[in-house]
């Protein structure tokens, strides 16, 4: 198996647990919470909270959820692309986390409104910032880890033998 597509299967495994974990966790918040109170884990720290918005992570940009949906449709159109190409693990699990969490949040657009106009599940409340979800934390979690990983001083090719030439390169010697 290919190296692209080794790091292919993992961008998107990591994509779909993501968007899985997502939608269940937003459709148990709506059957256990909605139009109930809060269930304080923590005091005063962590409460589960439903709560729905047309804006972007974390709430902001309301009055734009056209805007959101398409930077998503963008993004995920990047991550599609790039895929394609070899990458380290951790760059395939950065953008695995990115693309899943930006489709769960798009799912919600679709599902909960006209076009890509829906409200968004919401229910992580942490008392000192704006209520999220799962897809939210994936988002950043990914981005984080993106980040974290181009600053490391390795190249962005996948870890390769010392071996140079056609065998190295795959071409195991034949022309063509």
Known sequence: M???RRSAILLYAVAAGAL?????????????????PPIRVI??????T???NSGGAFGFGESAP???AGATIVVSAVIVVVSTRPMRA???????LILGGALGNLADRVANGPGFGGRVTDFIDLQVWPIFNLADTAIVLGAAI???????GVDDHPERSGATGPAANGSGGAER
């Open 50 to 52: 439903y709560t729905a």
């Open 20 to 36: 899985l974990l997502d939608q269940l966790s937003k459709a148990w918040v709506e059957h256990a919470l909605s139009g109930r």
């Open 66 to 68: 056209w805007l959101f």
């Open 2 to 4: 290919s190296a692209a």
């Open 43 to 48: 005091p005063g720290v962590l409460s589960l």
């Open 146 to 152: 993106l980040a974290i990983a181009s600053f490391d």
């Open 90 to 96: 951790w760059i395939a699990v950065s953008l695995g």
